[in-house]
Every structure is written in structure tokens, then in C-alpha cells.
């Protein structure tokens, strides 16, 4: 047995900000991928994982009966399967921030669900909010609080454009250009970052009236601005705004940054050569890097791994 594949992701803007309605634009990257497999011969990795399956099945059987109105699965045949020694095979760095749990909850239920709302039917808004509610409610069995965005990036290998919680959509960007000197690259910090220890900092500090503010005046601003700029093609006044999203990151969400890229981070605000923001909840994993030439910031981050995920 070999799954359909599902793809790994990236949070392009609205990291943090979208668990308070700010705006968010995810798109799918195929760079990475997994697959549902069973098969002979299995290594460590497809035994811890079969393990972790197994776990998730009994998780899935006490949501369905919580919530039958919700989801549904085929409890049974994912139970067989589980026994049989079933597990998700993927390339999909774990604690990166490039959703690897997301690629895993969008294969099960692809698999398993009855009644599925499938990638071919016209996808309404409401359809969408409900794939978005059921994912996030699977995937909080890995990360404690989900917000569905991930599996549902995975699922549907769209981007998806967040304009607020309660308003989601599939939505086209500006086509890539081959020839262009800009990009967005991700930057290997080569740390790899916890989800659920970083949004319960996140959520300790919102309880600090300070952090609140600057979060609504000035993160969710700027975040907002860079996903109207993105999607518009509006290159000039993105970088702009990445600029000044960057700064307010590296002064306000500096526990989200790893402390060896402190100064890199600030170097690339003061010189323009590129500017960096969290992906995904930060904490180690990747870091995301926008640039106008990326032979100069390759030059400028020489001594670091760099993938190229979108040309201007």
C-alpha cells in the first residue's frame, strides 16, 4: 500500500498573528513530501511512527464520539491498518516549521474519513472553515492547540489566503519568475524548534497589556500589509514592509529566535541585504529570509544552508 502524497507547507506571513485574526498567507511546498505506506522490512523511523499512529487512532476514536457532528472515520479499517504496521513515510523535517504533522493529519483523513469534503467539489467558504475546524481539532493531538491551517495547506495544495479567522480562501499569488534576482529562501538553523513550548510563551505574553499592544498596532500592521503586498505583486512596498515586520519581531519575539541569530537578524535589517522572519512558531527549525538579490545575501549567509522557495 502507497498513499497519495501530501506536501509540506510554508506560513508565508501570519505566524503568531493569525491566532489573533491578523492576516496569513500559506502556500504548499513541494519540496518535501509524505505517504501513507505499509511495507516489509520497516526501519526505526516506520516503527516510531507506526507507534505514534497508533496513538493518534485512539485520539481520532474519542473525537468522533465527543463530536460525531464534526468527523467521522473508519475506525476499524484505520485500526487494521495501524496493526498491520502502517506508517507515514516522509521527507518532512520534524520541528521545522514546515508542517510535517500537518502533511500526516491531511493523509489520515484523506484516508480514513467518511463523508469527506473533497479538493474537486466547489470549495465555499463554509466547506473551508469546517476542513480548517476538523483539522485543527486532529492536530492538537500533536501540538496542544491547532489552527487547521497546515493539514488543510496539505490537504488541498493550494495557498491559502487567511483575511481573518472566520474568512479563509484558496487564493492565486504572482507566478514566479525564473529570471528574477529576488527571493524567499528558508535558512537552516540547524536547531530543531518545539512548537507547543513556543506558543505557550507566546500566550504568557499576551497576558502583558505592552505585548498586546504592539501586537495589534505594529506585528499584525505590518503582517497584513505583506500579505495585500504579496499577493498584489506589489514588490517595492513589501520589502518595506517585511523590513519594518522584521525589526518589531527581533525586538518583541526574541524567545522565538535562537540566540546565534540574533545579530544576524539585525545585521540584515541594517545593511537591506535580506530581511528575516519566523516560520512557522520559531524556536529553531527553519527561518524565513526575503531578499531583492539573493546572490548578496547568499554571500551575506555564506556560512549557512539555504533553499530558494519563490523568485521574484
Not at 496569513?24 to 522490512?41: T, V, W
Not at 521527507?91 to 510535517?100: F, T
Not at 527581533?250 to 535589517?269: E, Q, S, V
Request: overall charge neutral; charged content about 25%; hydrophobic content about 40%.
Amino acid at each position: 500500500m502507497k498513499g497519495p502524497l501530501f506536501y509540506s507547507k510554508i506560513l508565508l506571513f501570519g505566524e503568531y498573528g493569525i491566532i489573533k485574526d491578523s492576516k496569513g498567507l500559506s502556500i504548499p511546498y513541494n519540496f518535501y513530501k509524505g505517504a501513507l505506506k505499509s511495507d516489509a522490512g520497516v526501519s526505526k523511523e516506520a516503527s516510531a511512527s507506526n507507534k505514534s499512529l497508533e496513538a493518534f487512532a485512539i485520539y481520532l476514536e474519542k473525537l468522533t464520539t465527543d463530536d460525531p457532528q464534526l468527523v467521522s472515520f473508519d475506525l476499524e479499517v484505520l485500526k487494521a491498518d495501524v496493526a498491520a504496521g502502517m506508517y507515514f513515510d516522509s521527507s518532512i523535517p520534524q520541528g521545522y516549521g514546515v508542517g510535517s504533522s500537518g502533511a500526516l493529519v491531511a493523509a489520515i483523513y484523506d484516508k480514513y474519513a467518511q463523508n469527506k469534503i473533497t479538493v474537486l467539489e466547489n470549495l465555499t467558504r463554509e466547506k473551508l472553515l469546517k476542513l480548517k475546524t476538523i483539522f485543527g481539532k486532529m492536530e492538537s493531538f500533536f501540538h496542544g492547540k491547532s489552527s487547521g491551517l497546515d493539514p488543510l495547506n496539505s490537504y488541498l495544495s493550494l495557498p491559502i489566503l487567511i483575511n481573518s479567522k472566520d474568512n479563509i480562501e484558496s487564493t492565486s499569488i504572482p507566478s514566479q519568475n525564473a529570471e528574477g534576482k529576488g527571493a524567499v529562501f528558508l535558512l537552516d538553523s540547524g536547531i530543531i524548534g518545539e512548537t507547543a513550548p513556543m506558543v505557550q510563551i507566546f500566550m504568557e505574553q499576551m497576558k502583558n497589556d505592552g505585548f498586546r499592544s504592539m501586537l495589534k498596532n505594529q506585528f499584525i500592521k505590518h503582517t497584513d500589509a505583506c500579505v495585500e503586498d504579496f499577493v498584489s505583486g506589489n514588490i517595492k512596498s513589501l520589502f518595506g514592509n517585511l523590513k519594518q515586520l522584521s525589526h518589531v519581531v527581533l525586538d518583541n519575539f526574541k524567545p522565538m529566535i535562537p540566540a546565534k541569530f540574533h545579530d544576524l537578524w539585525k545585521k540584515g535589517i541594517d545593511t537591506n541585504e535580506y530581511y528575516l522572519k519566523l516560520c512557522g512558531s520559531g524556536g529553531g527549525g527553519y527561518i524565513l529570509g526575503f531578499t531583492e538579490d539573493f546572490e548578496k545575501a547568499k554571500t551575506a549567509l555564506k556560512d549557512y544552508k539555504l533553499e530558494v522557495v519563490y523568485n521574484f
